[in-house]
């Protein structure tokens, strides 16, 4: 069993940067690929980064170059730094923690209960 909590969404305007933390608990987070989705109003849960037990990462397209994700196991957290932020980018950002690398939702065992994003225009 993995509980997961988000913390670090705001409001931001276009360009600006936020970092978001998720806090987990559970003795076997260490073993997990962690990721990261998002939800917009409206919109289909998607895939935003991940990053597996060993540190090898994977980003959507649109966060490239702009997001980072990164993981301390020793304190059992996961991090996404977000840069040049756009009005795009508002939506509920979840943390996830799954057995394997995937960019589908339905991979993934345990889920946080989101933070809010706003990035103003």
């Known amino acids: 069993q993995v509980q997961l909590v988000e913390s670090g969404g705001g409001l931001v305007q276009a360009g600006g940067s936020l970092r978001l933390s998720c806090a987990a608990s559970?003795?076997?987070?260490?073993?997990?690929?962690m990721a990261w989705f998002r939800q917009g109003p409206g919109k289909e849960r998607e895939f935003v980064a991940a990053i597996t037990w060993s540190g090898h990462t994977y980003y959507t397209d649109s966060g490239k170059g702009r997001f980072t994700i990164s993981r301390d196991n020793a304190k059992k957290m996961v991090y996404l730094q977000m840069n040049s932020l756009k009005p795009e980018d508002t939506a509920v950002y979840y943390c996830?923690?799954?057995?394997?690398?995937?960019?589908?939702?339905?991979?993934?065992?345990?889920w946080g209960q989101g933070t809010q994003v706003t990035v103003s225009s």
């Open positions: 559970g003795a076997t987070f260490s073993s997990y690929t």
């Open positions: 996830a923690a799954g057995p394997s690398s995937s960019r589908l939702y339905y991979a993934y065992s345990y």
